[in-house]
């Protein structure tokens, strides 16, 4: 047996397990759908799915390890967990930005943070951030964060021009 992936982080959909995978494997690269898992018969009395409906899917997103429950209804994503997004460039930046916010709601984008269509928060964070936000000098700090605080998707070429100024 491989080497097993110690915390896996799991998403709780009522019935959009199998479409939000293929959604963000098809975003991310190094990212497949592993496993489709579907209910039986039995437990149907407790789970309430009908048999053969998709139960789990296990997929990897740039390689790390996730898993997609069909659990029904009863709970929904909040902001209290989020997906940090790292990237290099600005073209990282707008790509997964423009991906992930398809279709989600943009009254919850601000500083980078996004909910993505299913209602899963995402921050897509330039690497060069922490490094702007926590300069020696205390004045440009301020005024990056300042200016980041206005931003819904961070544009690293605006945060720069402050940082220089």
Same mark, same amino acid.
């Given at each position: 047996?491989?080497?097993?992936?110690?915390?896996? =982080?799991? !998403?709780? @959909?009522?019935?959009?397990?199998?479409?939000?995978?293929?959604?963000? %494997?098809?975003?991310?690269? #190094?990212?497949?759908?592993?496993?489709?898992?579907?209910?039986?018969?039995e437990?149907?009395?407790?789970?309430?799915?009908?048999?053969?409906?998709?139960?789990?899917?296990?997929?990897?997103?740039?390689?790390?390890?996730?898993?997609?429950?069909?659990?029904? =209804?009863? !709970?929904k @994503?909040?902001?209290?967990?989020s997906?940090?997004?790292?990237?290099? %460039?600005?073209e990282e930046? #707008?790509?997964?930005?423009?991906?992930?916010?398809?279709g989600?709601?943009?009254?919850a984008?601000?500083?980078?943070?996004?909910?993505?269509?299913?209602?899963?928060?995402?921050?897509?964070?330039?690497?060069?951030?922490?490094?702007?936000?926590?300069?020696?000098?205390?004045?440009?700090?301020?005024?990056?964060?300042?200016?980041?605080?206005?931003?819904?998707?961070?544009?690293?070429?605006?945060?720069?021009?402050?940082?220089?100024?």
């Amino acid at each position: 047996m491989g080497n097993i992936q110690k915390i896996t =982080p799991n !998403f709780w @959909f009522d019935n959009q397990a199998e479409e939000a995978a293929q959604f963000y %494997t098809s975003i991310f690269d #190094d990212s497949e759908i592993v496993k489709v898992s579907r209910y039986l018969n039995e437990g149907q009395e407790i789970h309430g799915q009908s048999e053969g409906a998709v139960m789990t899917v296990d997929f990897k997103l740039n390689g790390q390890k996730f898993v997609a429950l069909n659990g029904g =209804p009863q !709970f929904k @994503f909040n902001e209290a967990i989020s997906f940090i997004v790292h990237c290099a %460039t600005q073209e990282e930046v #707008d790509y997964y930005w423009d991906k992930l916010s398809e279709g989600g709601d943009e009254s919850a984008q601000q500083c980078g943070w996004l909910k993505d269509k299913f209602g899963v928060s995402w921050q897509i964070i330039p690497d060069i951030l922490p490094e702007l936000l926590s300069s020696s000098d205390r004045d440009k700090s301020e005024k990056v964060m300042k200016e980041m605080l206005q931003m819904k998707k961070i544009d690293i070429n605006l945060l720069k021009e402050v940082d220089q100024a």
